[in-house]
């Protein structure tokens, strides 16, 4: 919660609490959240209906919970049932930012887009300060500068915003997505839409399919001139629920001319880039490989003010005002795909059906 949208949650009825220097880290001290009418109490939890942050709760802090309490945080179900069932065994009602469903009613709650928005620029502006050269041309009296080639592979959210980044700082910028939709988008953005003799892969919602190795092989053959050529390469692919795809490879990598920069916001998830590590700088070759890590807490500011702004949006869905009938009060209703869609644990059951599945293949 950032301090300024503290009024927005006491305007829905709500009493707001914030753990000391919880907007430390986002340049907000727990004076602008006094000033702002929230309580700072380090024993926020307790007493707690609502529990709002970016990253679930611990185990042990679900424990400390009442049973009926609700949380909403970023929730990663595949790679965290443990989370889940600690969740669901204290009989809270959890939801998770990344299943709210991407329908045009949700957008303004879609945390997914909002962080997506703010890592696919921050990658943009780290390949233009590793980057030992100017990215736009430059024509002087003492000569011709040409820009910089900038290559982006995945054109979502993030990518499109890498693409738009880079395009203002004036690079020529080529871009490849699976999606048959995605062409038009990066020619809106002022790119050239890299169009490969391969079959494009939609999946649902208007997200990407997984790829098969054979088409995964055939890719990276076709990709490598363009890569080859690039001075920064930004890759931002992903395939909902899977790890990322391996789109460049350790010996694409090393075709790359001198100066060559990588930036792999997929590193924490898998990587899209054969040897880049999350967190940190590394080289291959030519090239100095850069792995994102929690991209969006490297702009803390604008992504906590986004994320908040989907929170309360989101608390706004959920809340039923006051009336002459009664207070305001946290109702979420179950009927509203929503509501529905990204609620993982509720009244001591998962409630989100692949989890679920996955879960009772665990066994006890
Ligand atoms: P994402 O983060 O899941 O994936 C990023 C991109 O990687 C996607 O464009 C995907 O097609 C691409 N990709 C996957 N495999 C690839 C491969 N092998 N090679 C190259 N690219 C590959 O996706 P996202 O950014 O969250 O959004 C995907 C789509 O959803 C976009 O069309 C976006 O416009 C749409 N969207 C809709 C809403 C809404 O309606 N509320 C909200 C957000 C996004």
């Known amino acids: ?11 829905l009825g709500a009493e707001v609490a914030v753990e000391p220097a919880a907007g430390e880290q986002a340049d907000h001290p727990d004076e602008e959240y006094a000033a702002a009418g929230a309580v700072v109490d380090p024993d926020a939890l307790a007493s707690a209906d609502v529990v709002v942050s970016v990253q679930p709760l611990e185990a042990d802090r ?28 204290a009989q809270v009602t959890a939801f998770a930012a990344e299943l709210v469903p991407r329908i045009s009613r949700a957008q303004s709650m879609d945390a997914l ?9 921050r990658c943009a502006i780290v390949a233009a300060g590793l980057l030992r050269r100017f990215l736009p041309l430059n024509m002087t009296a003492a000569g011709t500068v040409p820009p910089a080639q900038v290559v982006v592979l995945g054109a979502g959210v993030a990518g499109l915003q890498a693409i738009a980044t ?30 490969l003799d391969l079959e494009t892969l939609e999946g649902t919602g208007g997200y990407a399919r997984e790829m098969t190795e054979d088409r995964a092989a055939r890719q990276r053959d076709l990709l490598t001139p363009y890569i080859a050529d690039a001075d920064a390469l930004i890759t931002t692919a992903a395939v909902p629920g899977r790890t990322a795809p391996m789109l460049v490879t350790d010996q694409m990598v090393r075709q790359m001319g001198p100066g060559a920069v990588v930036v792999d916001l997929a590193a924490d998830s898998g990587g899209n880039v054969e040897g880049s590590v999350a ?10 490989i850069w792995g994102g890590a929690n991209v969006p807490s490297q702009m803390p500011g604008p992504a906590s003010k986004l994320y908040a702004q989907n ?15 009664g207070a305001a009060a946290f109702a979420p209703d179950f009927d509203d795909e929503i509501v ?17 599945d996955a879960l009772r293949q665990q066994g006890p």
């Open 1 to 11: 919660m950032v301090p300024e949208l503290v009024g927005k949650l006491t305007g």
């Open 340 to 356: 529905a869609g990204s609620c993982v644990t509720h009244a001591g059951e998962v409630r989100h059906e692949p989890t679920r």
């Open 62 to 89: 679900v424990a400390g919970l009442r049973a009926g309490t609700a949380t909403l945080s970023f929730l990663p179900v595949s790679t965290r049932p443990d989370l889940v069932v600690a969740l669901r065994d």
């Open 279 to 288: 967190g940190k700088v590394v080289r291959v070759g030519n090239a100095q």
């Open 113 to 121: 887009s909002s962080q997506a928005l703010v890592s696919g620029y």
């Open 311 to 325: 929170v309360v949006n989101l608390l706004t869905l959920m809340t039923r005002p006051a009336d002459e009938d």
């Open 166 to 195: 880079a395009k203002r700082l004036g690079a020529v910028v080529k871009a490849y997505d699976v999606r048959a939709a995605a062409a038009e988008e990066i020619r809106s953005m002022g790119a050239q839409a890299i169009e």
